[in-house]
């Protein structure tokens, strides 16, 4: 269920941040960085990948790019791994697109299409030609075949065929994409559109060569915990699923990497509770007919650049990192702010919120712990300032937002969740029909998560969906219900 990355692939993404962590943690950064690709694939070492050493580095060194928080596409080939060192570590701010394309790593899929194989038996029922109301299949030299300039890849031939000898090919990052963002560019190769991405991470999980990256802050993190400054992690409730421990030596954990104190984002959330059940029945007062949550990253690009008619419908309400970052901001006013993530879309919310200096993701902050040799498991305990709800610290399992929205709305107000469990083209049609009726016919609060799962499937996860799942329901449960926390 969970979006997380294949682990060979994950594998390398996570030696690249242990060794850029390592090299930034030495006394020559710059040079350290530089052999990383080197150290990875000395002279005469197997080559478990590519055809040839040569092509192994030239990889490794654009996931090394990435990890430094560049774009591959806006970074020339002839600059030294050692400059974009010194260019990260000089760096103002995070780049605007959080994602990148490694070319030396995408395949170049061929083209998605209807294909029919050998195994086509040129039946006398041609259930392939009478179902395909394009007129793009014809039956000849005793097998089907398909006219490309007619076909519209729907599928229904593939459906209909008795041999199971029609199959869609597809790429597999375009597959994925529930906008159509990516595709390939002149070269044969991954392109992503920015003004119709969402951010959702989808190409990226779905990439089986690991060619779509997720730019990192990490060294921009590095950099300001070692300038001394006060830098605040803000942790989302996905998290405590993630490693195995306790919130409390998760806690002591993240201090022992050089932060200065732990928010729970699960904090903001019930900011988020509170307000999103108020707007809820303002709305229900009103007479309209359903409303949808607003805390999914991904999803509210999608109603900014695709679905601008849903936005009447799309709630009002902030999402759990602003409400978190804007009490860390108060009590701190100084403070570095940094939100540990699920997923990539969190870093789009933050370019737009002044209250969040940096974010990053899970597989980030593993990778963090392992350069620093802190096992997690063996963490003291230290407690957060602040409780948070059950309900709060559910928002990352699908159905939790309703159903913390819904513990808080009046007994008198009729309430019926609905649940998107993940942004796909179909979905996507859902709601734009739901948009243009003004209504949905399966209840009136649609609770939207670009993830398959909620947050503990988002791209940037690490541990498999059900021992998080398990691990996170343990918490929710050992937490007091919002009624006790706000008393």
Request: charged letters at 25%; hydrophobic letters at 35%; proline letters at 5%.
């Amino acid at each position: 269920m969970a979006m997380n990355t294949p682990k060979q692939t994950a594998n390398l993404k996570r030696e690249i941040l242990i060794r850029l962590i390592k090299a930034y943690l030495s006394d020559n950064f710059e040079e350290n960085t530089r052999l990383i690709p080197y150290d990875m694939r000395p002279k005469g070492s197997e080559v478990p990948y590519r055809c040839c050493i040569y092509k192994e580095r030239a990889v490794l060194r654009d996931r090394a790019i990435a990890g430094l928080g560049s774009s591959i596409e806006e970074t020339d080939d002839s600059i030294l791994l050692s400059e974009v060192a010194k260019n990260a570590e000089n760096r103002e701010k995070p780049e605007e697109h959080p994602l990148t394309v490694l070319t030396t790593a995408c395949k170049g899929c061929v083209p998605s299409r209807i294909h029919v194989t050998d195994l086509c038996q040129g039946c006398v029922a041609r259930p392939c030609e009478s179902t395909c109301r394009f007129g793009a299949i014809s039956v000849h030299d005793g097998k089907s075949h398909i006219d490309p300039e007619k076909c519209k890849n729907c599928g229904m031939c593939a459906q209909v065929c008795p041999y199971q000898a029609i199959q869609r090919i597809i790429v597999p990052c375009e597959n994925a994409c529930p906008v159509g963002a990516i595709a390939k560019g002149e070269d044969g190769h991954a392109r992503i559109d920015f003004d119709k991405c969402i951010s959702c991470g989808k190409c990226a999980s779905a990439c089986p060569f690991g060619a779509v990256h997720e730019k990192s802050q990490i060294i921009d993190v590095l950099k300001n915990i070692k300038a001394g400054k006060k830098v605040i992690a803000m942790i989302a409730p996905a998290m405590l699923g993630q490693l195995p421990c306790t919130a409390t030596q998760l806690k002591e954990a993240i201090l022992e990497l050089g932060f200065s104190d732990v928010y729970e984002v699960a904090q903001g959330a019930d900011v988020t509770s509170k307000n999103e059940a108020a707007e809820f029945v303002e709305r229900m007062e009103k007479g309209e007919k359903f409303m949808t949550t607003s805390c999914c990253a991904g999803y509210n690009e999608l109603v900014d650049k695709h679905l601008p008619e849903m936005k009447p419908f799309r709630s009002d309400t902030k999402t759990p990192m602003y409400y978190t970052a804007e009490i860390v901001k108060k009590e701190n006013p100084d403070a570095v702010t940094v939100f540990f993530s699920p997923c990539v879309a969190k870093k789009r919310e933050a370019l737009n919120n002044n209250n969040v200096d940096y974010v990053i993701n899970y597989e980030e902050v593993g990778a963090w712990m392992t350069a620093k040799e802190i096992k997690v498991a063996e963490c003291a305990d230290s407690e957060f300032k602040v409780q948070s709800s059950a309900e709060a610290r559910n928002y990352c399992v699908t159905g939790g937002v309703a159903k913390a929205v819904q513990a808080l709305v009046p007994e008198n107000v009729e309430i019926k969740p609905v649940v998107i469990d993940g942004l796909t083209k179909q979905s996507v049609r859902d709601l734009k029909k739901y948009a243009k009726n003004g209504a949905c016919d399966l209840g009136n609060l649609i609770e939207v998560m670009a993830c398959t799962g909620g947050c503990l499937g988002g791209n940037s996860t690490v541990n498999a969906y059900k021992p998080a799942l398990k691990q996170v329901t343990n918490y929710v449960n050992e937490s007091k219900p919002y009624a006790e926390v706000h008393k």
